[in-house]
C-alpha cells in the first residue's frame, strides 16, 4: 500500500510559527551584549561630534533663523546675547554633541536592534529595515515641523506679546527652547514605533487603541498643553493635530503587526 503523505493543517502551521525557537541568553550575556552595544553607540557618537564640531557655527546659524526672524517682524535688536564668557564656547559645544548624535542616529539605532533583535522570532527580524527608515524618518519630521511650524508660532506669539519691553534673549535660554521643542516634537513623532513594537509583542492591539479613543485624545490635549511653549489654544492644537493623526495611524500599524491578526492572515493564505 502507498505511504499517505501528512497534511499539516493551517492551525498547525501557525502553532509550529508560533513555537519557533528562539536563542535563549542568560542574564550576564544580556548585560554583557548592552554594554558592547552601548560602546558601540557612544564611540560612533564621538566620532560624529568630532565631524560636527567644525560646522558648529553654520549649524547654530540655522538654528537661530526662527528667533531672529521673530525680531525682525517685531522691528527689534535681532542679536541674541550671552552673560558669561564661557556661554558660546559651551552653546557650540551642545550643537557639536547634538548633530554628532543626530549624524550617528543611524548607527546608534542598528545597535539597538541588534539589542532586541535575539528576543524576536525570526520572521519578525526582517522588519529590520522599516524599522531604520521609519524611525529615522519620523524624528526627522517631528524635528521640522516643530521647526517650521511650532517654534515660529511660538515665538512670533510670545515676543509679540512681550513688545513693550526690551528683550535680552540669551544663547542659553534660546537654544533650550529650541532643543525641547525640536527634539521633544521628534521624539512624540516616534509614537507609531512605540506602538510596533507593543503590539508586536502582543501587549495592545487595534481594537483597544479604537475603542479608547476618546481617552487618548483627551491625553494628547493634555501633554500639548504641558510641552506647549505658550498658554494659547492656537499652539496647543498645533502640538495636539499631528499627535493625533500619528495615533490614528498607530492604530492601523497595531491591527497590521498584532499576532492576533497575524495568525489569521496565514491562516487563510495556508487555507488558500
Known sequence: MPELSAVSSPNESVQENDKEKMPSMGFLD???????????????????????????????????RPIMDALARNHLSAKLVYVNPIEPFNLYLKVGMMAGLFVASPFVL??????????????????VLPFMVSTIGLFLAGGYFGYKV?????????????????????????????????????????????????????IVSASFMWRNIRYAILL?????????????????????????????????????????????????????
Open 30 to 64: 544580556h548585560l554583557e551584549e548592552l554594554r558592547k552595544r552601548i560602546v558601540y553607540s557612544a564611540i560612533a557618537v564621538a566620532i560624529g561630534f568630532f565631524a560636527c564640531w567644525g560646522f558648529a557655527g553654520r549649524i547654530y546659524g540655522v538654528m537661530q
Open 110 to 127: 542598528y545597535q539597538l536592534w541588534c539589542f532586541i533583535s535575539p528576543g524576536l522570532y525570526r520572521h519578525e527580524k526582517r522588519y
Open 150 to 202: 511650532v517654534l515660529p508660532q511660538a515665538l512670533v506669539f510670545l515676543i509679540g506679546y512681550g513688545k513693550d519691553f526690551q528683550p535680552m534673549i540669551t544663547l542659553t535660554e534660546y537654544s533650550s527652547l529650541f532643543l525641547t521643542i525640536i527634539v521633544g516634537l521628534g521624539i512624540i513623532f516616534e509614537m507609531p514605533i512605540l506602538i510596533f513594537f507593543l503590539a508586536l509583542m502582543g
Open 220 to 272: 494628547i490635549f493634555v501633554v500639548a498643553g504641558i510641552v506647549s511653549p505658550t498658554p494659547d489654544i492656537l499652539n496647543m492644537c498645533i502640538f495636539a493635530a499631528p499627535m493625533v493623526a500619528l495615533y490614528v495611524m498607530s492604530i492601523a500599524i497595531a491591527w497590521r503587526v498584532h499576532p492576533a491578526q497575524r495568525n489569521k492572515r496565514a491562516e487563510k493564505k495556508n487555507s488558500g
